[in-house]
Every structure is written in C-alpha cells, then in structure tokens.
C-alpha cells in the first residue's frame, strides 16, 4: 500500500517523542530497586543475578523482531510490544517471589529489545527518505526521557509507593506510545513485499551475520551505561548511606551528560573526524569515571560528602564520555552491511546481548565475591577504555560487508 507522507518534521517529532517516552518508561523503575531488591529478599548478587535474566528474554526479541517487521511491518509490532512492556512491569513491581520475577523479567526484557528493533528501524527509515540523521538526536531523546524518570522516581521515593508509581505510569505511557505509533502510520515501514526474501524462521538464522570489530566496540561502549543503570542508584546509596532520594543524583548527572553528547556531537564534527572524537571521549569517560570512583571509595568517612561529590564528578565524566558512542558505532552497523536494518539492528542486538549478559553475570558475582561494587564497576571502566581499539569502524570510508 501507498504510504502518504504527513510531513518530515511531524514525523521527526513524533519519533523523538517516543524514544522520550520509551526512555522515561523503562527507566522508571531503576531509582527505586532498592525498593524491588528489598522486596524479593535478596543480596546484591542474587539481585544482580536475577535482574540479568531479562537478557534472555531480550535474546529473542532482537533474534525475531527484524524478521517479524518484514512480514508484518512496523506497527503491528511495535503496538503489541508495548502491550508486553508495560504488562512485564507492573507485575514485577507486584512480585515478592523469584521465580514469577524471572517470567516477567524475560517478557520485560523481551518487550524492550522488540520495541527498541522497530523504532530504530523506523529512524533509519526515516533517515534514508529525508537525507537527516536522527538515530544519535533519537538515542538523546531516550535519556532525556531516562533523566526526566530519574528525576521524578527519586521525588517519589518515600512519597507514593512503588506499586502505584509503576502501575498507573505504565498505563498511561502504553496509552500515549501506541497513540504516537497510530499517528505515524502512515509512514510507518509496511511488510516488506517486493524483496526475494520473505524473511522466514529458518533465515532468521541462515541470514545471520556477526561483524565482530562492530560487535566488540559496541559492548564495550554501551556497558558503563548498563552498570550505572543497574547499579547507581545502589552503588550510591550503599556506599555513602545517603537517603534514597539523594542517590539518584549520580545516575541523574551520568544521564544528563549521555543527552548532553548525543544531541550536541555534531557541533565538534567540523574539527575532527567522528573516530578522533569518539576515541578522546572513551579515554575521558574511562579515566574519568573510574579515578573519581576509586578516589572516592577510598576517602575517610568522615569526609563522605567529599566523596559523594567525586561520585558526581566521576558519572558526569562517564555519561559525558560515553554518550554518543553507542549511536555511532549502531549507525556504523548499518553502514557497513548489505542487510535491511531492522535486520541488522537485530542481529548486532543479539551478539551485544549475549556479551552484556555474560558480563552482567561476572560483574554481579564480582559484588558478592568481594564484596566490592567498586571493584566490580571497574570492568565498564576497562571496557571504555579498551573501546579505542575497535572504533575505527567509524570511519565513514569503511568497506561494506557482504
């Protein structure tokens, strides 16, 4: 069918808005897993642990999405995907059990990796009809919508409870993320029809490609922002006993750098090549990040709120250095592959799966070994910092693969 254009800025809007609105959705419930750890009964490596099965769940959704989109397009999956989103959340934060837990984990994280495939695809879609990249602009309205989660979950800790934060934002975010889908339907990437491949089960396999210098700078680049999202808050709060409102303020800071970068990479890009800057910002991320961590840990008790404000230096440094390399390493992907996007986004997904969840498992039993979160935040650290050997796949001149 004939898609009709509704406007390029509509458009554009539209897909910002519901990269803010799936941030501020799947985000909202980090500032408050003290709360949720406490309420399964758990130490931090069994919470560790539990929280990374999600990844399963997130395996097969990047596996399947691409393929599903081209037999059935974009909206159809992106609706139903939010329906699992938030139906996944409410129930974990009505869960006090770990094994009803587990299931909702593998649907939330399932939920999150098939709404993230079709978005994404649509603003590649969008970035092949218009000529004007918006996947890092998209990626900063997304920890736009993070921050401003993080910001309101921390006001209401210890102000309305957990359950009904959780329950009646999940209602109302569903309602205006499948109202946005609805609105772009018009151009929103349709079952693909023409092409030889019909995408099918067995091609999710036979088709599947691993570009392993892409594959390896991604999970190094994206992993600080995965530790800092499931540990700042508790990083935080166990370390320096501040309140637990207050130990948000790291992963707030952490979060407005990532908006920081992403929306404003491009204003650098007429002094230097994006692979110099990227290069320059894993270096201050890392170092950055993990000398204000150690000096802080390290510090007397007595000087706790000197510590706290080395926490702060240390995740603005981070989230600053860290920020747009994960969209430019994604937007290497596509360039660097013949495959459709929806495809590619998926498969790189898969790999970067598989990696986040072996090292979410080594950093979690790191904590309970030691007994250390600091020690065990250091493995983002030397992963950033060994980023720069693969972000030479950013150079625009890099041959595409087959």
């Known amino acids: 069918m004939a898609q009709v254009d509704i406007g390029h800025r509509r458009e554009q809007k539209l897909i910002h808005i519901l990269f803010f609105l799936f941030g501020f959705g799947i985000m909202a419930w980090v500032p408050r897993f003290p709360e949720v750890r406490e309420n399964l009964g758990l130490d931090n490596g069994a919470f560790g642990s539990l929280m990374s099965t999600g990844s399963i769940g997130a395996f097969f959704g990047l596996l399947t999405t691409g393929h599903i ?78 921050l401003s989660t993080a910001i309101a979950s921390g006001l209401l800790v210890d102000r309305v409870s957990l359950v009904t934060h959780i329950t009646v934002l999940s209602v109302i975010l569903a309602a205006a993320m499948i109202a946005i889908v ?5 151009v929103l990437l349709t079952a693909n029809t023409d092409s030889e491949s019909k995408y099918s089960i067995k091609e999710i396999f036979t088709s ?12 190094c680049v994206v992993y600080l922002e995965f530790a800092v999202g499931d540990w700042g808050t508790i990083f935080t709060k166990d370390r320096l006993e ?43 991320g890392g170092f950055g990040f993990g000398g204000c961590i150690v000096i802080a840990t390290h510090l007397p008790e007595e000087m706790k709120w000197w510590s706290f404000g080395l926490f702060i230096l240390g995740f603005f440094l981070g989230g600053l250095g860290s920020s747009f390399l994960g969209p430019s390493v994604f937007r290497a992907a596509t360039r660097r592959s013949t495959l459709p996007n929806a495809i590619v986004v998926g498969q ?18 790191t904590m309970q070994l030691t ?4 020690l065990a935040m250091m493995i983002p650290v030397a992963m950033l910092l060994a980023s720069t050997f693969f972000l030479y796949v950013l150079k625009e001149d890099q041959e595409i693969k087959s």
């Open 242 to 284: 501040v309140s637990a409102g207050l130990s948000a303020a790291p992963y707030i800071v952490f979060t407005a750098m990532m908006i920081f970068g992403r929306l404003f990479i491009h204003k650098l890009l007429p002094y230097a090549p994006l692979e110099q800057w990227a290069k320059r910002a894993a270096i201050l």
């Open 371 to 374: 007994g250390s979160i600091a």
């Open 208 to 219: 599947f490609r691993i570009d392993w210098p892409v594959s390896l700078a991604m999970a």
């Open 182 to 186: 609805i609105s772009l339907h018009p």
């Open 348 to 365: 790189l997904g898969v790999v970067n799966n598989i990696m986040v969840f072996i090292i979410k498992w080594i950093v979690a039993w």
């Open 69 to 146: 989109i081209h037999r059935v397009g974009v909206k159809r999956v992106t609706i139903v995907s939010i329906v699992i989103l938030y139906a996944s959340l409410i129930s974990l934060v009505h869960i006090s059990s770990t094994i009803p837990f587990l299931i909702f984990s593998i649907g939330f994280g399932f939920g999150i990796t098939a709404i993230h495939v079709a978005i994404n695809s649509q603003a590649f879609h969008f970035n092949d009809r218009s000529g004007t990249n918006i996947v890092t602009s998209a990626q900063g309205y997304w920890s736009a919508g993070a």
